[in-house]
């Protein structure tokens, strides 16, 4: 038995374009493996499952499936809560690209535990997202909001190439947002437009407990921006985090308090993992009690 807060809720299974081009598409959540096919004439889209039902011998189909972001969406049981909402995604002069989808043999909750870990930037992404020396992580709040996000703000970090245009550094300032366990968000000031912010989101699919496709959304300002320019950069960085995540170990992530040492930098590392717990998250974890 999955537990609910992920069997019942949404997960990208695919990106729209990539399904688009194929026509079928085998995937895999939560260790249940799909089909999802495109229909050219009708513009439908459908997803069942790959094996048969023992009882009924028929292939069951998703009925909870919806396109959004350019992501095709599915819930394996009853959807209780909307796929997740950005007021950004609604703003007129925004560059909505997705960016890939990146298939990594580790638990998607450390994909998403990686994705909020400042201090792994200027080692990972040096030139880019960080730069020794400037490694020292400076105090940041974590609260969970009254709706249940995971935030973490006043996150400030010198960023020596930080977006896909900009060529000087400057220090950047962060908040993240844990929406669902696999589900987190960036936002990131603008180098032109410093009281807006640039959005990037991670959609991890499930796939098995040490196995995960890391979907990248982007909403950028306009600003000198050009979605193949995106994609490029973004699966650049993500290939750089790849290979660290794919030697962690367990695969699995260790919810327990005690078991990998926490310092202030690690503080969204902690909190997310705490949080995981409470929200009763097992899937890709290994549970505190263990
Ligand atoms: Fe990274």
Not at 151 to 178: L, M, N, W
Request: hydrophobic residues 45%.
């Amino acid at each position: 038995m999955i537990e609910s807060v992920l069997w019942d809720d949404w997960h990208v299974v695919a990106e729209l374009a990539e399904l688009q081009r194929r026509g079928v598409w085998h995937t895999r959540l939560l260790g249940v493996a799909l089909i999802v096919q495109w229909d050219p004439e009708s513009g439908l889209i459908r997803a069942r499952r790959a094996a048969e039902d023992p009882r009924s011998g028929s292939a069951r189909a998703v009925e909870a499936l919806e396109v959004r972001y350019g992501f095709v969406w599915v819930s394996l049981g009853r959807p209780t809560r909307p796929i997740v909402e950005f007021a950004e995604c609604h703003e007129p002069d925004r560059l909505l690209a997705t960016a890939g989808s990146v298939g990594v043999a580790v638990s998607g909750l450390r994909a998403v535990e990686n994705f909020l870990d400042l201090s792994h930037l200027a080692f990972v992404h040096e030139g880019y997202l960080g730069e020794q020396p400037h490694t020292e992580i400076a105090p940041y709040a974590v609260e969970t909001l009254a709706d249940g996000t995971l935030r973490a703000t006043g996150c400030r970090v010198y960023q020596p190439k930080p977006s896909p245009v900009e060529s000087s550094g400057f220090d950047v300032d962060y908040i993240y947002a844990v929406l669902r366990p696999y589900i987190v968000v960036l936002f990131k000031a603008n180098p032109v437009e410093q009281s807006r912010k640039d959005m990037i989101a991670l959609f991890v699919q499930p796939v098995t407990e040490e196995s995960c496709v890391a979907h990248i959304l982007t909403c950028y300002l306009p600003h000198e921006i050009h979605p193949p320019t995106v994609r490029r950069f973004q699966q650049f960085i993500f290939g750089q985090d790849r290979p660290i995540l794919e030697n962690q170990t367990p695969k699995r992530l260790p919810l327990g308090a005690r078991a990998e040492a926490s310092v202030r930098a690690d503080l969204s590392s902690a909190s997310y993992r705490r949080w995981l717990d409470a929200a009763g998250v097992r899937f890709g974890a290994i549970a505190a009690s263990a």
